[in-house]
């Protein structure tokens, strides 16, 4: 399991396509946003953790793309022919998608560090990087449940709506207060943006609200059994 | 575990049936492959062969009747590690090195063979710090081979191992995967070409529409469709009276020439002397090919709704009737095309 694991990490790590676009992107992107326009000051703590959010949903949701490649290939269905269990290649997958999200929040936090001066305790820090880590596992789910279902090109497309979608519904890239009030109550429910309300509740000095913690619990176990579902469905044909 | 005495075959299938939808892929299997055999499973492309080896590694289950390896079910033995496969639709793993992928698959098993040894045997031991997609489709072959053999398994699956082989590579795989037969290993491939399953197999298992239509030795298949060929110059005389000589089970005439399939080649030859018809005579053993021919000739329509009838076996009664235009080495092109119908009536068109 672990020597899967460390196969699949080092394979997504030479994707340069996901180096580009999963880490260097939302390091660049953040750094331009937070360089464009009038500071308040806030502005850069809660960009940083919207890009670190957009970047660790981006990676995560891409383990649903190699998902569809290695189907494509026939690399799954070689596995099922080794004493591999395909609980062991499912889980392993998952665990890739937690360990490949890490870069791109690590990159971010950092870029707001160094770059643009964000000044936060160590522990907030800590709790910022650790949460997004463990607040990304729903969209991994989205991924493999995209993967599993669809074709590689299909999920590719899938993940990339996924991913701008929710981003920019969420207010991982403008702030919400910028949108109206509609689009502002349908922001509230939905993971990405309770994603990131687990960083910048952080940032600003208190635990995530309840409210944050609930909603993105309801997502998990969405995006959990769609995870399964589309598995199931494709299981004898891997 | 099962019925046999000693050690359970490594391969056992009991009328094994398994149909998608309206095709029946596979229409009762029986077949039985003992440990340490090298065995071909031949047939033409939808004959079922890719079916068999899915119901064989336990990648699909069968409809009815039962599939066992090593007397257990086949994920039973694929999960202890027993098994190794290289499957037909394989591509090349994109960005790992050839060792780094090899050595992955070789510490799934309990008991591999040595990273290096498998890269020799395959004959990659130079490409190993290679990324295997930026390979060759015939270095991207052996390495899917070191793939399957990595884990030192006791029978090796190999499913059109040397389809888009170059003939230079493929000589260079069967020599790989003879080197591996000859630690004693059980070995299972499938092709379509007649003459590497001849070379290569101890036995072949001949596949049309679903079932295994024969089974034996290339030696054992030639004779069973008729040992030898007896041509000879007609010379003006006719033909009549021709089939009833001793050992002649069909006849061909072709221009002035008369082609006898026949049993027994000295009765027959024999024969001839006393007709004093020897003209230009020539006795050659039948090939693989006019076997295989005659084995599928009117079976190939596998992808029918409801099934081709049964079919026997070997029949040299319907080639008979044969005036068939095809020649020396007949229909190879109908082995390899998707041909649904006997390429004989494909070629006779």
Redesign the interface.
């Known amino acids: 399991m672990l020597d899967y694991l460390r196969l699949e990490v080092r394979r997504t790590l030479r994707d340069a396509g996901f180096v580009i676009g999963g880490i260097a992107m939302p390091v660049l992107m953040y750094l331009l946003f937070t360089h464009l326009g009038a500071d308040d000051g806030g502005w850069k703590t809660g960009a940083m953790v919207g890009m670190a959010g957009y970047g660790a949903v981006g990676c995560a949701l891409n383990t649903g793309g190699g998902v569809a490649e290695d189907r494509a290939i026939g690399w799954l269905r070689q596995l099922r022919v080794t004493p591999m269990t395909p609980r062991q290649v499912v889980i392993g997958r998952t665990l890739t998608g937690s360990v490949t999200v890490l870069p791109a929040i690590v990159a971010v936090l950092v870029a707001g560090g160094l770059l643009n001066g964000v000044r936060l305790d160590a522990w907030q820090w800590a709790t910022i990087a650790l949460l997004l880590w463990l607040g990304s596992v729903p969209f991994t789910l989205l991924g493999l449940g995209n993967g599993y279902r669809l074709s590689g090109q299909t999920t590719g497309v899938a993940n990339m709506a996924c991913n701008l979608g929710l981003a920019v519904l969420g207010g991982l890239w403008f702030p919400v207060t910028l949108f109206p009030d509609w689009l502002r109550t349908l922001s509230g429910y939905t993971p990405t943006y309770r994603f990131a309300q687990l960083g910048t509740s952080v940032a600003a000095g208190h635990a995530p609200a309840p409210g944050a913690l609930a909603v993105l619990t309801l997502w998990l176990l969405a995006f959990g059994s769609y995870a399964v579902l589309s598995y199931r469905r494709s299981a004898g044909n891997i | 575990m099962t019925k046999t005495t000693g050690t359970p075959p490594a391969v056992s299938f009991t009328g094994a049936v398994k149909s998608f939808g309206s095709v029946h892929a596979v229409q009762g299997v029986d077949l039985r492959i003992s440990r340490g055999e090298t065995v071909a499973l031949l047939g033409r492309n939808g004959a079922g062969k890719s079916t068999t080896i899915s119901l064989l590694?336990g990648?699909?289950e069968p409809d009815e009747g039962g599939v066992e390896l090593f007397g257990g079910p086949p994920e039973a033995s694929?999960?202890?590690?027993r098994?190794?496969?290289m499957?037909q639709?394989?591509?090349?793993?994109?960005?790992?090195t050839v060792r780094?992928?090899v050595t992955?698959?070789a510490?799934?098993?309990?008991a591999p063979m040595p990273v290096a040894r498998a890269l020799e045997l395959a004959g990659i031991a130079d490409l190993a710090g290679r990324r295997v997609d930026r390979l060759s489709g015939g270095q991207t072959q052996r390495v899917r081979f070191a793939?399957a053999l990595a884990?030192n398994p006791a029978l090796i699956?190999l499913d059109e191992p040397t389809a888009a082989l170059d003939v230079e590579a493929r000589h260079a795989f069967w020599a790989s995967m003879r080197s591996y037969a000859r630690l004693g290993h059980t070995v299972l491939f499938s092709t379509h070409h007649l003459e590497e399953a001849d070379a290569y197999a101890d036995r072949i298992l001949v596949i049309d529409a679903g079932r295994i239509v024969a089974d034996g030795t290339g030696e054992q298949l030639k004779r069973a469709v008729g040992g030898s060929l007896v041509a000879f110059d007609l010379a003006g005389r006719g033909t009549a009276g021709l089939e009833l000589l001793p050992g002649v089970l069909s006849l061909e005439v072709r221009g002035d020439r008369v082609r006898l399939r026949t049993d027994d080649s000295d009765a027959t030859v024999t024969a001839l002397a006393g007709l004093d018809a020897i003209r230009g005579l020539e006795v050659a053993p039948a090939s693989l090919d006019e076997a295989f021919l005659l084995l599928t000739a009117h079976g190939g329509s596998a992808p029918d709704p409801g099934g081709a009838p049964p079919r026997t076996p070997i029949g040299p009664e319907r080639a008979s009737s044969s005036n068939s235009p095809g020649g020396g080495t007949p229909g190879r092109a109908g082995l390899h095309g998707p041909a649904l119908h006997g390429p004989r009536e494909t070629e006779a068109s």
Do not use: M, W
């Open positions: 590694l990648l699909t694929v999960r202890a590690g098994v190794g496969a499957l639709e394989g591509r090349a793993v994109p960005r790992v780094e992928l992955f698959v510490g799934r098993y309990p793939v884990g699956v």
